[in-house]
Every structure is written in structure tokens, then in C-alpha cells.
């Protein structure tokens, strides 16, 4: 089983920068105790779902909450077992994901085509759910350390920033870099920074350094958002560019080209509901050639460098050093 696996551009970023990590090993130990138990869950479904959700998680993808969760929880001394928590964190994600592709219409993942694409949206709602329930199953562990408190916010955050998404789908005049930012605050990067928070506490850290670790989470989430928001327009991803736009969604590039000013006819076409596939191709190379994407690089840096600054109070160590590299790793344009 490959558990960390190259889908696309920003996979590949990630992956490279674990492998060459001197944790690598332990991490990948860690990855594959957490896919065992992952495996166990999705099989005890095959009666009613079939193989779907087995070959989903096993599918891989970047694995980079768990591999945040496990990280953090080395800077203390008193752990708890960590490998529960990691596959709550891939169980959430997951699930999010085959949401998300239900809401999108999305007909891949992972290179496969999507659970909707092969049973329907029902059969995928109810996958999400089931393995939103088998994340549930596990909150006994970590009672009264503060972990399943912070999970719960999350995921509270994470269904009120899809709830506000939809809100403004399409509704182009209501979307602002104020609001795209608020929204993948809520929708990706609050879940990566309690990856760190929740590994820190389940390994015993102080509190101070837990709050730093979030925190510098919440920045790498950030940049994450960014950096694949920025290879919408890239062909290199493994689907087709342009996704977001055709789905009713500004992200910061095209935000920050029309704050900065575009041509009529190009501002008329951004807000045209519906796009051919030829208007998309369009309006892709119109944004290659403008200046927002440069901006965006520049915004990612400024994550990166807020993330890295927030971790300059934990102790130097192999950890530290591999939590740098990877915000680093989101400065690198491939």
C-alpha cells in the first residue's frame, strides 16, 4: 500500500519534503498502523456501501493531518497513543472530501472517479456519514483532554463555511477577498491547524506551545488553501483547469485581478453564469498572463513566514525542522 501518493503538483510538493525529512521513517510506521485500522472500518461497510470507501482511503492522497498530528505530539514527553487521532483526522477529511464531491458534481478523486460518479449522491452522503460516525467512535479516548472539544469546533466550522460557500455561489457580487478568506479559514485551514493542536496535547505539550502549534497550523493551512487554489489554473493537477470558476467560485487570483481592474469584456464574462468550456480556457490564459498570480505567490509566502515565526518557542529538534520544511515546501512554485 503507497501511503503517500503523488495526485497532483501540490502532493508531489509535500511528499518530497517528507521523504527527505529525517522522521521519515518513523512517520511512515506511524501511516501505516493508522491505514490497518482505517482498512478494518472501511470492510466492515463492504456489506452495505461495497469496496468504495476501501478504495478511497486507501487511495492515499497527502495523509497531511495525521502526518501533522504525529509530528506535533513528539514535542512532548507524556504521550498518549496518536495513532487513534490521526485516523479521526483522515476520517474527517475524508469524508468532507466525498461531501464536497457530492455538492460539486465532481466525477474524480484521488484519480478515481468519485463515489457519486459510480453509486449517486445518497450512497455518498451516506459513505461521509458513515465515516464521520466511525470517527465518533473514537472520541472516548482522548476524554477530558481537550482534544474532542477542539474537533467539535472544527467541525462545526468546517459545515458553517461549506453553509456559507453555497450562500454565495454564483452570486459573484458577493464575494470578496474578505470573505474568501474567512471561508477557507473555516473550510481547510481550521482543520490542519488542529491537527497540530490536538497532536501537541495528545503528546503532553505545554499549553503556550500547543496555542503555537495551532497557530501555526491555522498559517500553513492558509498557504495550503492558496497554493491549490493557484493550481485551478494549472494543467498539471490531473483534472481539467479552471473547476472553481466553472462552479460558481471566485477564488483570491480572481479576486485580487478584478480589486485591481480588468476589461469589460472579461469582467462581463467572469460574472456570466454559465461558461463553455472554451469561455474557461479563455479566462485561464487571461489570468496566466495578469499579474494576481504572482500576488498570490507572494500572499503564500507571507503564511509560510507568519507559520514559521509562530514555532520559534519550541525547542529546537528534528521536529521543528521537519515542521519548518514543510511550510516551506508551500513557497515552492514546483
Same mark, same amino acid.
Given at each position: 500500500?503507497?501511503?503517500?501518493?503523488?495526485?497532483?503538483?501540490?502532493?508531489?510538493?509535500?511528499?518530497?519534503?517528507?521523504?527527505?525529512?529525517?522522521?521519515?521513517?518513523?512517520?511512515?510506521?506511524?501511516?501505516?498502523?493508522?491505514?490497518?485500522?482505517?482498512?478494518?472500518?472501511?470492510?466492515?461497510?463492504?456489506?452495505?456501501?461495497?469496496?468504495?470507501?476501501?478504495?478511497?482511503?486507501?487511495?492515499?492522497?497527502?495523509?497531511?493531518?495525521?502526518?501533522?498530528?504525529?509530528?506535533?505530539?513528539?514535542?512532548?514527553?507524556?504521550?498518549?497513543?496518536?495513532?487513534?487521532?490521526?485516523?479521526?483526522?483522515?476520517?474527517?477529511?475524508?469524508?468532507?472530501?466525498?461531501?464536497?464531491?457530492?455538492?460539486?458534481?465532481?466525477?474524480?478523486?484521488?484519480?478515481?472517479?468519485? +463515489? /457519486? &460518479? #459510480?453509486?449517486?449522491?445518497?450512497? @455518498?452522503?451516506?459513505? =461521509?456519514?458513515?465515516?464521520? *460516525?466511525?470517527?465518533?467512535?473514537?472520541?472516548?479516548?482522548?476524554?477530558?483532554?481537550?482534544?474532542?472539544?477542539?474537533?467539535?469546533?472544527?467541525?462545526?466550522?468546517?459545515?458553517?463555511?461549506?453553509?456559507?460557500?453555497?450562500?454565495?455561489?454564483?452570486?459573484?457580487?458577493?464575494?470578496?477577498?474578505?470573505?474568501?478568506?474567512?471561508? +477557507? /479559514? &473555516? #473550510?481547510?485551514?481550521?482543520?490542519? @491547524?488542529?491537527?497540530? =493542536?490536538?497532536?501537541?496535547? *495528545?503528546?503532553?505539550?505545554?499549553?503556550?506551545?500547543?496555542?503555537?502549534?495551532?497557530?501555526?497550523?491555522?498559517?500553513?493551512?492558509?498557504?495550503?488553501?492558496?497554493?491549490?487554489?493557484?493550481?485551478?489554473?494549472?494543467?498539471?493537477?490531473?483534472?481539467?483547469?479552471?473547476?472553481?470558476?466553472?462552479?460558481?467560485?471566485?477564488?483570491?487570483?480572481?479576486?485580487?485581478?478584478?480589486?485591481?481592474?480588468?476589461?469589460?469584456?472579461?469582467?462581463?464574462?467572469?460574472?456570466?453564469?454559465?461558461?463553455?468550456?472554451?469561455?474557461?480556457?479563455?479566462?485561464?490564459?487571461?489570468?496566466?498572463?495578469?499579474?494576481?498570480?504572482?500576488?498570490?505567490?507572494?500572499?503564500?509566502?507571507?503564511?509560510?513566514?507568519?507559520?514559521?515565526?509562530?514555532?520559534?518557542?519550541?525547542?529546537?529538534?528534528?521536529?521543528?525542522?521537519?515542521?519548518?520544511?514543510?511550510?516551506?515546501?508551500?513557497?515552492?512554485?514546483?
Amino acid at each position: 500500500m503507497q501511503h503517500i501518493m503523488k495526485t497532483s503538483k501540490v502532493n508531489a510538493i509535500i511528499e518530497n519534503r517528507i521523504r527527505s525529512s529525517v522522521l521519515y521513517n518513523d512517520i511512515q510506521t506511524a501511516l501505516e498502523q493508522m491505514c490497518e485500522r482505517l482498512e478494518i472500518m472501511a470492510k466492515s461497510a463492504e456489506a452495505h456501501m461495497g469496496s468504495d470507501l476501501s478504495e478511497l482511503l486507501n487511495s492515499g492522497g497527502k495523509r497531511l493531518r495525521p502526518i501533522l498530528a504525529f509530528v506535533c505530539s513528539r514535542f512532548g514527553e507524556k504521550q498518549m497513543d496518536i495513532v487513534p487521532l490521526m485516523c479521526m483526522l483522515e476520517l474527517m477529511h475524508t469524508a468532507s472530501l466525498i461531501h464536497d464531491d457530492v455538492v460539486d458534481g465532481a466525477v474524480k478523486r484521488r484519480e478515481m472517479p468519485t +463515489i /457519486n &460518479k #459510480k453509486r449517486g449522491d445518497f450512497a @455518498a452522503v451516506q459513505s =461521509g456519514d458513515y465515516l464521520l *460516525a466511525k470517527a465518533m467512535e473514537l472520541l472516548h479516548i482522548y476524554k477530558d483532554t481537550g482534544i474532542n472539544e477542539m474537533l467539535a469546533e472544527v467541525s462545526y466550522q468546517m459545515t458553517v463555511g461549506e453553509l456559507s460557500q453555497q450562500a454565495v455561489r454564483y452570486e459573484f457580487n458577493k464575494q470578496s477577498a474578505t470573505q474568501y478568506y474567512e471561508l +477557507i /479559514n &473555516k #473550510k481547510s485551514a481550521l482543520l490542519i @491547524a488542529a491537527s497540530c =493542536g490536538c497532536g501537541a496535547i *495528545a503528546g503532553g505539550v505545554q499549553s503556550a506551545q500547543v496555542g503555537a502549534l495551532y497557530r501555526y497550523g491555522q498559517q500553513l493551512g492558509m498557504a495550503f488553501q492558496l497554493r491549490d487554489d493557484l493550481l485551478d489554473f494549472s494543467e498539471q493537477t490531473g483534472k481539467a483547469p479552471g473547476q472553481d470558476l466553472k462552479n460558481g467560485i471566485f477564488t483570491l487570483p480572481i479576486l485580487m485581478l478584478l480589486e485591481s481592474g480588468v476589461p469589460e469584456p472579461v469582467h462581463r464574462l467572469l460574472m456570466k453564469r454559465e461558461k463553455s468550456d472554451n469561455e474557461l480556457l479563455s479566462l485561464i490564459e487571461y489570468v496566466k498572463g495578469a499579474q494576481a498570480l504572482s500576488n498570490v505567490e507572494d500572499k503564500i509566502k507571507e503564511h509560510v513566514a507568519v507559520a514559521q515565526k509562530e514555532i520559534d518557542i519550541m525547542q529546537s529538534g528534528n521536529e521543528k525542522k521537519a515542521l519548518k520544511e514543510l511550510a516551506e515546501s508551500l513557497s515552492d512554485k514546483g
